[in-house]
């Protein structure tokens, strides 16, 4: 699998079952020709729409493998709360 900063192995492993059209990531865009892509927050490459991840990544992410990476997010730390709350319910502490 391929190096990124801001996709966790499995959320690379799930980004495999998109398509392949276009690379799923652009790592290192301050040094590349993508440079202009972190004043606009994003780019078009290979037919695929990029969001800039500025901060600590330095990386384009394409749109579709952001959006199936924020609901797999969003669905584990939805999960995290349930098993929370259901472990405070079985301590009668909720």
Partial sequence: MEHTNYLTADEVGAAQTLHKLAPYSVANISTSIFSVSRH?????FNGG?????GNHYDECVRDDVLRLVTKRRKAGAKAATKAVLAQAEQMDLY
């Fill in 49 to 53: 729409g990029y969001t800039y991840m």
């Fill in 40 to 44: 606009f927050g994003g780019m078009r």
